[in-house]
């Protein structure tokens, strides 16, 4: 490849950036830069020039008025990650947000507050129990000799509900009882000590509270296209990741048609991480898919031809999470990693890794950032390796000796102060030594031979940083297109550059002026019309950040046409097809000029010129939107009224034990059967006939018990307040040292993993999430009253049971901890209770779907105790860093 | 209240700034049109203190509104731009350039020449750096145009000169061209920075008047001073004059060799190795070696059947005389690990077979020579060229198979 025989003018520096910083919301448009003389010779009598910017370029236009779903939404609901309003303090969200990081407040009280709702046997277990007897909660005055060693809590109760009630007024102050109270026992009450307490939940806020702002992790993106190996076939494969904790690879086949459609079911592997990349690149006919997850990161061989499997080489194990995986376009079986300790690897399939480089700092100004990217060069031997502030080339061969500068944020580039290097990308397919790199504020295109200097600048004018890009070279003549993709705001804005003019290499320009692309959430507004809460999930939906960026071209003679994928942090990948319009002298406004009013959108109007495309695209909305509605349906509901077969309450083997039935079994049985045929419940479950069970004699042989199973088992021999008397001895310093331990442990295991972990919660999660999507026919129809019905048969004449909700899901509002401690259940009886409630909510199971594509992710609760794999599945809502 | 009333207008100012911008992204040109008109009432409480103002935000999104304007004319551009010139002092220049940029892309050069000597003469205080540098462009694009129409007039003289007479008139204006030209010209190249026109165009000047020594000088200042770019283009120029000089062999391989330092894949490369090959010295032939390796180590030479047949050549030699095996033993050993699976892949076989018959022929022989005859490359090759009856490849087949003990060496 040739170099150009002159460059655009333009001088050079350098130093730190001296511009003043500040995203411009309009910078990129309306300047030419330089001007190049690019006519063929001189010996014309007139010179023509050609700009930097504002050369003509190819006309794309969509052929959509939105993007469009490639996949049914996989089943299981997606959990969303947390947002500003979860952490912020309320009042100062917007002002906040816009403020940046140290600005924010986070909201501290509220999530130590939830965990002590949430987890009170964590917060107060052994103090609870032992000051039972001494608090007392009724509403009438303590008699005399009670009153010596008893406190009356209702009023401290009173008294924060008044405190509640008058957040927010100036000139509230702490009622004194309170102060007296919380400055009495705040040294002893907790069971985990305070201050640690506090500090773990404050890191870990804090860690929330940037990844939000901007979470790096996803850089480079997470769904990737192998095209078919001769560009006859229509049939491609899309690699991406799905499940509810996105810990699942597929490889699915895609037929290229009119709307890109699925075919057969995809190849499917199970990953013990959140997939955070996928990288894909061709060498020798074969596609090498990297998969990067934060401790993991594996790779795939894909055989060319299609419908052959793909086969899983190596995996490798990470202690501090990588931060990027680029596939050797060079080398079969070659990839580059980067972890966030600032180690640049080089991994070979048959060598194994070599490390290339080691250095927690930064390369040219200090940046706290630890994110590092790596990627390959037009030399197979030498990678280039980034961190925020810039970008390095060396040499694998002698890594300490042989490098060069690329690229610094700097004077160099005519950077701004505070720009920081977003995403580097090797533009091999382009021209072998050409480079784009981004910012916060711009992108850069930049030739290996010519470091430091980019040959193309342009402010990208982007609202959030672009996190993804994509590069579809173009033939000679004509432009190569960059997709920049950018994660929390969906943006995608396609760019055309040109390197080349005729047969000789001239300059880069870019072409033609930017596109902004649909983004998956901008279908919305074509959606038929929802009812409110489904609208409101629905628009959650979609506005998921995204997580990936995909595209392809296609050329059916004369007709061209680019097709882009989309993947959501939800799962969904949504795709849009550019066709390409031959130049026309003059453009008539185009039909998107007009604004289109939200549910009367052209895709469901089916307009005359492509009634077909449109009315598939339409049905394949309608699809979708079932697909979803079903798959966020939780616990899965009936058309029939639910019925409550006494069956269900005991497995098979507890109804036909050897001996037969107890008289004590017997007795409970016919007690609850009453019950329930009654509607009522059961207030103190032993008889008082109920013999103590035979304490269990293994606990007391085991040897080294942890401190649980010595509580429990001093529990269950009955001397459990002595057990109390020498637990007090521990030190709280050894207490500390013990929990210091266990979450530097468990941070080290789940990492950002907890991001995922701690916010999904299973059943909370889903009560909050039928309360929305309830419905009232589907759950209970009022026509039909549910009946709860023994051995399947409704007794006749008995009443029923509920009277169909006007409210709906009362039963969500009874599972929670709080309203059964209001109802006076002590607590070692509302897990049966809503243990109980919930299998009367759930119905009878449903049977195993037919082998569908999607048929193992039905699993719902093993595959939510896969969000927490570290820990056991939980119940209740786990709240941040817990 | 008055602050009430800024913050709304503030805030319907950024609501219809992102109006304009979707409209510009998605080609709406009419409807941008619209908003602008609207946001142009912005520039009465201009309190903003943001380094892009509105009135910068004006003159970006009205040019690049008229750019594509169906309906826009160079008129209405050029008046546009004039009343952008009256908006900022701050940016009177970068307006002007701006516009002398249009006016050059539209091949409206007069009046570009003319806007040019305009923003030359203005005055305002104290100028910033970012104006000094915006100053020095206007004039070295002044000094371009200048050059262009020098040139225009020594074609008119030679074509005369030809015919036998001279015309003075249009020599003395040519003079001018030239002083005009060389001043301006010579201004701008001493600040760092890429200048490739710049510096070609002067160095044009100075060889037509025979300066050579000065030509020389600002071309070793433009290559190989340290506070310029390390630009490939600049050694190349120098080459370039070097070879028009009729210089010594010497000293065009010791600019080749520090453009071969700076970028080893420089297409020049080919050249370098001709003529390093053709040196009777041994360590020139060595670098020659060293060199055509090093350019097909990179992506974009892979299918280079140019550079292939070099190397091919003087690998050929170096078995045939038998001198030298550890020239290639030493390239090879730092290659042999990952050239194999980049260059001599059986995959890469099938299709340089298929598109490009010569270029597996050279790639056949340096696979033979190093890797044996056992090597895929050279086993797919040969065989389907002995099946398809090329004499070419029964050669190759012989030759490798006699010297298979070579390759044994150079493995070894």
């Given at each position: 490849?040739?170099?150009?025989?002159?460059?655009?003018?333009?001088?050079?520096?350098?130093?730190?950036?001296?511009?003043?910083?500040?995203?411009?919301?309009?910078?990129?448009?309306?300047?030419?830069?330089?001007?190049?003389?690019?006519?063929?010779?001189?010996?014309?009598?007139?010179?023509?020039?050609?700009?930097?910017?504002?050369?003509?370029?190819?006309?794309?236009?969509?052929?959509?008025?939105?993007?469009?779903?490639?996949?049914?939404?996989?089943?299981?609901?997606?959990?969303?990650?947390?947002?500003?309003?979860?952490?912020?303090?309320?009042?100062?969200?917007?002002?906040?947000?816009?403020?940046?990081?140290?600005?924010?407040?986070?909201?501290?009280?509220?999530?130590?507050?939830?965990?002590?709702?949430?987890?009170?046997?964590?917060?107060?277990?052994?103090?609870?129990?032992?000051?039972?007897?001494?608090?007392?909660?009724?509403n009438s005055k303590l008699k005399r000799p009670a009153r010596n060693s008893t406190i009356r809590m209702t009023a401290l109760v009173e008294d924060i509900d008044r405190?509640?009630?008058?957040?927010?007024?100036?000139?509230?102050?702490?009622?004194?009882?309170?102060?007296?109270?919380?400055?009495?026992?705040?040294?002893?009450?907790?069971?985990?000590?305070?201050?640690?307490?506090?500090?773990?939940?404050?890191?870990?806020?804090?860690?929330?509270?940037?990844?939000?702002?901007?979470?790096?992790?996803?850089?480079?993106?997470?769904?990737?296209?192998?095209?078919?190996?001769?560009?006859?076939?229509?049939?491609?494969?899309?690699?991406?990741?799905?499940?509810?904790?996105?810990?699942?690879?597929?490889?699915?086949?895609?037929?290229?048609?009119?709307?890109?459609?699925?075919?057969?079911?995809?190849?499917?592997?199970?990953?013990?991480?959140?997939?955070?990349?996928?990288?894909?690149?061709?060498?020798?006919?074969?596609?090498?898919?990297?998969?990067?997850?934060?401790?993991?990161?594996?790779?795939?061989?894909?055989?060319?031809?299609?419908?052959?499997?793909?086969?899983?080489?190596?995996?490798?194990?990470?202690?501090?999470?990588?931060?990027?995986?680029?596939?050797?376009?060079?080398?079969?079986?070659?990839?580059?990693?980067?972890?966030?300790?600032?180690?640049?690897?080089?991994?070979?399939?048959?060598?194994?890794?070599?490390?290339?480089?080691?250095?927690?700092?930064?390369?040219?100004?200090?940046?706290?950032?630890?994110?590092?990217?790596?990627?390959?060069?037009?030399?197979?031997?030498?990678?280039?390796?980034?961190?925020?502030?810039?970008?390095?080339?060396?040499?694998?061969?002698?890594?300490?000796?042989?490098?060069?500068?690329?690229?610094?944020?700097?004077?160099?580039?005519?950077?701004?102060?505070?720009?920081?290097?977003?995403?580097?990308?090797?533009?091999?397919?382009?021209?072998?030594?050409?480079?784009?790199?981004?910012?916060?504020?711009?992108?850069?295109?930049?030739?290996?031979?010519?470091?430091?200097?980019?040959?193309?600048?342009?402010?990208?004018?982007?609202?959030?940083?672009?996190?993804?890009?994509?590069?579809?070279?173009?033939h000679p003549g004509r432009t190569h297109k960059v997709l920049l993709g950018a994660s929390r705001t969906q943006e995608l804005l396609l760019l055309q550059y040109r390197g080349k003019r005729s047969s000789s290499e001239s300059a880069c320009q870019l072409a033609g002026t930017p596109q902004k692309l649909h983004s998956i959430a901008g279908c919305l507004q074509h959606l038929p019309t929802q009812l409110p809460h489904r609208h409101h999930l629905l628009r959650q939906r979609l506005a998921a950040p995204a997580a990936g960026l995909a595209a392809t071209l296609q050329e059916d003679g004369p007709h061209k046409s680019m097709l882009i994928f989309q993947l959501s942090e939800a799962g969904d990948v949504f795709c849009q097809r550019l066709t390409h319009k031959a130049a026309q002298p003059s453009a008539p406004p185009s039909?998107?000029?007009?604004?289109?009013?939200?549910?009367?959108?052209?895709?469901?109007?089916?307009?005359?010129?492509?009634?077909?495309?449109?009315?598939?695209?339409?049905?394949?909305?309608?699809?979708?939107?079932?697909?979803?509605?079903?798959?966020?349906?939780?616990?899965?509901?009936?058309?029939?009224?639910?019925?409550?077969?006494?069956?269900?309450?005991?497995?098979?083997?507890?109804?036909?034990?050897?001996?037969?039935?107890?008289?004590?079994?017997?007795?409970?049985?016919?007690?609850?059967?009453?019950?329930?045929?009654?509607?009522?419940?059961?207030?103190?479950?032993?008889?008082?006939?109920?013999?103590?069970?035979?304490?269990?004699?293994?606990?007391?042989?085991?040897?080294?018990?942890?401190?649980?199973?010595?509580?429990?088992?001093?529990?269950?021999?009955?001397?459990?307040?002595?057990?109390?008397?020498?637990?007090?001895?521990?030190?709280?310093?050894?207490?500390?040292?013990?929990?210091?331990?266990?979450?530097?442990?468990?941070?080290?295991?789940?990492?950002?993993?907890?991001?995922?972990?701690?916010?999904?919660?299973?059943?909370?999660?889903?009560?909050?999430?039928?309360?929305?999507?309830?419905?009232?026919?589907?759950?209970?129809?009022?026509?039909?009253?549910?009946?709860?019905?023994?051995?399947?048969?409704?007794?006749?004449?008995?009443?029923?049971?509920?009277?169909?909700?006007?409210?709906?899901?009362?039963?969500?509002?009874?599972?929670?901890?709080?309203?059964?401690?209001?109802?006076?259940?002590?607590?070692?009886?509302?897990?049966?209770?809503?243990?109980?409630?919930?299998?009367?909510?759930?119905?009878?199971?449903?049977?195993?779907?037919?082998?569908?594509?999607?048929?193992?992710?039905?699993?719902?609760?093993?595959?939510?105790?896969?969000l927490s794999s570290a820990s056991q599945p939980r119940r209740k809502r786990p709240r941040m860093g817990f | 209240s008055s602050h009430e009333h800024k913050l709304n207008f503030k805030k319907s100012k950024e609501a219809c700034l992102s109006y304009i911008q979707d409209a510009l992204l998605q080609k709406q040109w009419n409807r941008a049109a619209e908003f602008l008109t609207c946001y142009v009432e912005s520039l009465e409480k201009d309190y903003s203190r943001e380094h892009i103002g509105p009135s910068e935000m004006i003159w970006r999104i009205g040019t690049e509104i008229l750019w594509h304007h169906s309906q826009s004319s160079m008129k209405d551009f050029n008046c546009f731009m004039e009343q952008m010139k009256t908006l900022g002092v701050k940016r009177y220049l970068k307006v002007c350039l701006e516009h002398v940029f249009h006016l050059l892309c539209n091949g409206q050069i007069d009046e570009a020449y003319q806007s040019l000597s305009l923003a030359e003469s203005w005055r305002f205080g104290e100028q910033t750096a970012i104006q000094d540098k915006e100053m020095k462009l206007i004039q070295a694009y002044r000094g371009l145009l200048d050059f262009y129409s020098w040139s225009k007039q020594k074609n008119i003289l030679l074509e005369h000169s030809e015919d036998g007479f001279s015309d003075l008139a249009v020599e003395q204006e040519m003079h001018s061209c030239f002083r005009k030209a060389a001043v301006n010209l010579k201004e701008i190249i001493k600040i760092p920075g890429v200048w490739d026109l710049f510096v070609k165009c002067y160095v044009d000047l100075l060889e037509f008047y025979g300066d050579h020594n000065e030509a020389r000088q600002v071309l070793n200042e433009y290559a190989y001073n340290s506070k310029f770019p390390a630009n490939p283009n600049a050694h190349v120029y120098l080459y370039q004059f070097l070879k028009r000089q009729g210089e010594s062999k010497k000293s065009l391989i010791s600019a080749l060799k520090i453009l071969h330092d700076i970028v080893p894949s420089h297409e020049l490369m080919i050249d370098f190795n001709t003529m390093l090959q053709k040196s009777k010295k041994r360590k020139k032939r060595r670098l020659g070696l060293e060199v055509i390796f090093a350019a097909l180590d990179y992506a974009g030479w892979k299918e280079n059947a140019k550079a292939w047949s070099c190397l091919a050549r003087q690998v050929k030699q170096i078995v045939i005389s038998d001198k030298h095996l550890d020239w290639i033993k030493q390239e090879w050993n730092s290659r042999k690990d990952w050239w194999p699976a980049f260059h001599f892949s059986r995959y890469l076989a099938k299709r340089n077979w298929q598109e490009n018959k010569s270029l597996s022929y050279e790639k056949a022989l340096v696979a033979g020579i190093l890797l044996g005859k056992d090597c895929k490359y050279f086993k797919y090759v040969s065989h389907q060229g002995c099946k398809a009856q090329l004499k070419r490849f029964r050669m190759l087949k012989k030759f490798v198979n006699r010297h298979n003990p070579v390759c044994l060496r150079i493995c070894g």
């Open positions: 490849m040739e170099f150009p025989a002159a460059l655009f003018p333009s001088y050079f520096g350098a130093g730190p950036p001296r511009e003043e910083g500040g995203p411009a919301p309009l910078a990129g448009w309306g300047e030419h830069g330089q001007v190049l003389e690019g006519g063929p010779g001189r010996r014309q009598v007139q010179p023509a020039f050609v700009p930097r910017r504002g050369a003509t370029g190819e006309r794309w236009e969509a052929a959509d008025a939105a993007a469009v779903p490639v996949l049914l939404p996989s089943a299981g609901c997606w959990i969303p990650s947390p947002a500003p309003q979860d952490i912020l303090y309320r009042s100062s969200l917007c002002r906040k947000l816009r403020a940046g990081k140290s600005g924010a407040t986070l909201d501290f009280a509220k999530q130590l507050g939830h965990f002590f709702v949430d987890h009170p046997e964590d917060a107060f277990g052994s103090l609870g129990r032992l000051l039972h007897k001494n608090f007392y909660l009724g405190l509640e009630a008058r957040r927010g007024c100036p000139r509230h102050h702490l009622a004194s009882r309170l102060r007296w109270f919380s400055h009495l026992c705040r040294d002893w009450l907790f069971e985990v000590p305070l201050g640690l307490l506090a500090d773990c939940l404050h890191e870990e806020l804090m860690e929330q509270w940037s990844n939000l702002l901007f979470d790096d992790s996803l850089t480079g993106g997470a769904l990737a296209w192998l095209p078919p190996e001769d560009e006859g076939t229509p049939v491609g494969r899309l690699v991406h990741p799905g499940g509810q904790a996105m810990n699942h690879l597929y490889f699915q086949d895609v037929v290229l048609e009119e709307l890109p459609r699925t075919r057969g079911s995809p190849a499917q592997f199970e990953l013990s991480g959140r997939v955070r990349q996928v990288a894909a690149a061709r060498v020798d006919g074969q596609d090498f898919v990297g998969v990067r997850s934060d401790y993991h990161c594996g790779v795939w061989r894909v055989p060319g031809r299609t419908g052959a499997a793909p086969a899983p080489l190596q995996v490798i194990r990470t202690d501090v999470p990588a931060s990027c995986l680029t596939v050797s376009p060079h080398l079969p079986g070659e990839l580059s990693v980067c972890t966030q300790s600032g180690t640049i690897y080089l991994w070979s399939v048959e060598t194994g890794l070599q490390q290339l480089r080691h250095d927690p700092e930064t390369m040219f100004f200090r940046d706290h950032s630890p994110w590092r990217w790596s990627d390959f060069t037009a030399h197979p031997r030498v990678l280039s390796c980034a961190d925020r502030t810039g970008l390095q080339c060396l040499d694998a061969r002698a890594p300490k000796k042989c490098h060069f500068d690329l690229f610094k944020v700097g004077e160099e580039a005519g950077c701004q102060q505070g720009e920081r290097v977003v995403l580097p990308m090797y533009l091999g397919r382009a021209h072998p030594s050409q480079y784009l790199v981004t910012t916060q504020f711009s992108v850069y295109v930049l030739d290996e031979r010519l470091p430091l200097v980019p040959v193309l600048k342009w402010a990208h004018m982007m609202k959030a940083p672009p996190l993804f890009a994509h590069l579809t070279p173009g039909r998107d000029e007009a604004t289109t009013a939200p549910g009367s959108s052209p895709l469901f109007e089916a307009p005359a010129s492509s009634p077909q495309g449109s009315g598939a695209t339409a049905l394949r909305y309608r699809r979708w939107l079932r697909a979803l509605s079903r798959a966020c349906r939780e616990p899965p509901r009936h058309t029939w009224p639910p019925s409550l077969s006494q069956r269900r309450l005991f497995t098979r083997k507890d109804l036909e034990g050897p001996a037969g039935p107890s008289s004590l079994q017997r007795q409970m049985r016919q007690r609850l059967r009453q019950t329930m045929q009654e509607g009522g419940r059961i207030q103190r479950w032993e008889p008082s006939v109920l013999q103590p069970p035979p304490l269990p004699q293994g606990l007391e042989l085991a040897g080294g018990l942890d401190s649980l199973s010595a509580r429990l088992t001093a529990a269950w021999a009955g001397d459990w307040e002595q057990w109390w008397e020498e637990r007090t001895s521990f030190s709280v310093a050894q207490r500390q040292q013990a929990l210091r331990e266990r979450r530097r442990r468990q941070k080290r295991a789940q990492g950002r993993r907890s991001l995922s972990a701690s916010f999904t919660s299973s059943l909370t999660y889903q009560s909050e999430l039928s309360e929305l999507s309830d419905t009232g026919p589907s759950l209970l129809s009022p026509g039909r009253p549910p009946i709860l019905s023994q051995e399947g048969s409704p007794p006749a004449g008995s009443p029923p049971v509920r009277s169909p909700p006007t409210s709906p899901a009362p039963d969500e509002a009874l599972l929670s901890s709080q309203s059964l401690r209001c109802r006076g259940i002590p607590k070692e009886r509302r897990k049966t209770l809503r243990d109980y409630l919930s299998v009367w909510a759930e119905g009878p199971p449903e049977p195993p779907e037919p082998p569908g594509s999607q048929a193992s992710q039905l699993c719902i609760p093993s595959s939510q105790s896969q | -």
